[in-house]
C-alpha cells in the first residue's frame, strides 16, 4: 500500500486540503488502502486546520478536515513514504538537503503536470478569496496529476520492495 505525504510550511492551510483532496481522488480512483498524511517544513506547534480552509474544503468539496493537527517532518516520516508532494519549491530544496537518502521521492506537487514548477502561493492570515484560489489550485493540480502521482509511488514502492 503506497503512502504519499504532502508538505507545506506549517502543516494548516495548504497541505491538509491536499491531503483531504487526494486521498479523497485515490478512493474515488479505486485506491482506497492507500495512506496519504501532510506534515510541515516548520509544523513546532500542533494545531489544527485554519479556519479558512477548514470552511472553503467543506464548501466546495464536502471534506472534513477539522480533526486534522499539524506536525513537523521528521527523518522516521520521510523514510516511510512512497512519494512527497511539496507545495513551494523552497520546501522540496530544503526537504532534499536534510534527507538527502530521501530526495529522489521529493517533488513539488505543481510537478505532476507536465513537469511544471511553480509555487502554491500560502494564503495564511489573509482573505477568505484567497484560500479559496488555493483550494482550486490544488485541486485542479491533483485532479490533473492524479495519473502522475500514482504512477510515482507505485514506482517508488515497488523500488522500495525489490
Known sequence: MPKILVVCTANICRSPVAEALLADRLQAYGEADWQVSSAGT????QRG?????QEVVMEQDGLDISQHQARMVTAVLLADQDLVLCMESGHAEALRAEFPDQAHKIYMLSQMVNNRRFNI???YGGPKEGYQMMVTQVRDLIDEGLPRIIELAQQ???EAAG
Do not use: K, M, N, V
Not at 42 to 45: E, G, P
Not at 49 to 53: D, E, G, H, L, V
Open 156 to 158: 517508488e514502492g515497488r
Open 49 to 53: 486546520a485554519s479556519q479558512f480552509s
Open 42 to 45: 516548520w509544523a513546532q506547534i
Open 121 to 123: 502561493s500560502d494564503p
